[in-house]
């Protein structure tokens, strides 16, 4: 796969226009020579089934090749959508895209661990946001259990999965701005970014990239300063 390459370069708000679209065009391209790729693929494993070859690693690269199709998909759409790629800043998440309708129930026996809703990698436009926190209640009781009182630790997850933003923090256009961003359902995670003092953060948006190790690309979103913080 062939694609060259590129440092794109701003230094003025009036530049930004212009390297947006070379980014929009080097997507293109990305997407071109991955589709090739998949359509290599395709072929090929189309020709191992017919002969009965063993097909297990073509098909792995097939579903990675496809994966990474949807990812840059989606980078093209956040970038022609007139969001900014910014650096990977660490965030407090709030919110993740799922294609579930509701919160599974799970039940565990320890409240650590295991509670934490994560983001599929839907293509654009599907699924919904959910909080990145699933709420659980605590159905901790006392049992005899061989003929002595026995402490059962249970805690099961509830059905509220709705985002909790932290709206008291924030001023409306911000709220607005947010929400414009996650009806897109373009990113894979939503969440702030903030100082020790925490007066004035910024919202992002990040896609995750398929192929793992911390790979991510953060877009911004909204940003909003007290003055007192300075």
């Known amino acids: 796969m062939d694609v060259d390459d590129c440092t794109l ?86 919110a993740v895209r799922v294609d579930r309708e509701r919160q599974p129930e799970k039940v565990r026996d320890s409240r650590w661990g295991g509670f934490a809703a994560t983001p599929q990698l839907l293509a654009a436009g599907e699924g919904r946001y959910v909080d990145d926190r699933v709420r659980y209640r605590d159905e901790t009781h006392t049992a005899v259990v061989d ?14 999965d709705a985002v909790d933003f932290p709206v008291t923090l924030v001023k409306p256009a911000v709220l607005a701005a947010t929400q414009r ?22 919202v992002v948006g990040q896609l995750l990239d398929p192929r793992g190790n911390g790979r991510r690309v953060t877009f911004f979103i909204a940003w909003w300063l007290d003055t007192a913080s300075l």
């Open 181 to 202: 961003a996650m009806a897109l359902r373009i990113f894979d995670q939503v969440g702030t970014v903030t100082n020790q003092v925490g007066r004035d953060p910024l």
């Open 9 to 94: 370069v701003a230094l003025t708000p009036s530049e930004l226009p212009g390297v947006q679209a070379e980014l929009v065009a080097w997507c293109d391209r990305k997407i071109a020579a991955l589709e090739t790729e998949r359509s290599d693929l395709e072929a090929n494993l189309e020709l191992a089934t017919a002969h009965g070859w063993k097909h297990a690693s073509v098909q792995a690269t097939l579903n990675r090749t496809a994966k990474r199709v949807l990812y840059y998909d989606k980078l093209k759409a956040a970038v022609e959508a007139g969001y900014l790629v910014v650096p990977n800043f660490p965030i407090d998440v709030i």
């Open 147 to 160: 003929g002595k009182e026995k402490l059962v630790q249970r805690y099961v997850t509830d059905d509220y």
